[in-house]
């Protein structure tokens, strides 16, 4: 599936994927972890937040919550109405650089042709001001298939593994990454990744459209 092709299946299946997916659960007590580690009244950009319920509803007001699917914008509008909600793709974020304390991306890479990881990694790194935090899920295995009949739909799932994950998030700019498993949405273990950007990126990996 290609990304148009993906942004229509996600139009298909966010209503029932909202229904669906519990919005407690361990992988949303984790953000509580992060938020203590950001400044008072942060910026937190929610990467793939769909209807909002599980990750955006769990950060502060006025958070930043961007999506490929305008249907699962609409189901956030209705679910948090006091976030700001972006309609963009993940590997090319329309941000300025610095602009984040912190980045979570919850369910949402692996939803990205592998291929295109590392630029997904390095627009999260550009966003995010120096020493700024990112949240994500941690696929562990290598896979690239759609899965017909999820959600009553279909869906394109991608990952490169997770050490060659791990190795990305680095070679991306970021640093002291470390691994957590927790409850998914959907009942199931996963692992998440703390990371934190380094401060001493270059003026070419601020700026980098």
Wanted: aromatic share 8%; net charge negative.
């Amino acid at each position: 599936m290609d990304r148009n092709e993906v942004r229509r299946a996600w139009d298909e299946v966010a209503a029932t994927y909202a229904a669906r997916r519990d919005p407690d659960g361990s992988d949303a007590a984790l953000i509580d972890d992060l938020l203590a580690e950001l400044p008072t009244d942060p910026d937190v950009l929610d990467v793939g937040c769909g209807d909002g319920a599980r990750t955006l509803a769990n950060l502060p007001a006025g958070s930043v919550g961007l999506d490929v699917s305008r249907r699962g914008l609409d189901l956030a509008s209705e679910t948090v109405p006091d976030a700001r909600l972006v309609h963009g793709e993940m590997s090319a974020l329309p941000f300025g650089a610095d602009r984040f304390d912190a980045v979570t991306a919850y369910h949402a890479v692996f939803h990205v042709e592998r291929d295109r990881h590392p630029a997904v990694y390095a627009e999260f790194a550009r966003v995010l001001r120096p020493g700024g935090r990112l949240l994500m899920t941690l696929p562990s295995g290598r896979f690239e298939t759609v899965r017909r009949g999820w959600m009553g739909g279909r869906m394109f799932f991608s990952a490169p593994g997770r050490d060659r994950t791990l190795g990305q998030l680095r070679e991306a700019g970021f640093a002291d990454v470390e691994t957590r498993t927790a409850t998914d949405p959907l009942g199931s273990s996963t692992e998440f990744a703390f990371a934190r950007v380094a401060d001493d990126r270059t003026d070419d990996d601020r700026t980098r459209p």
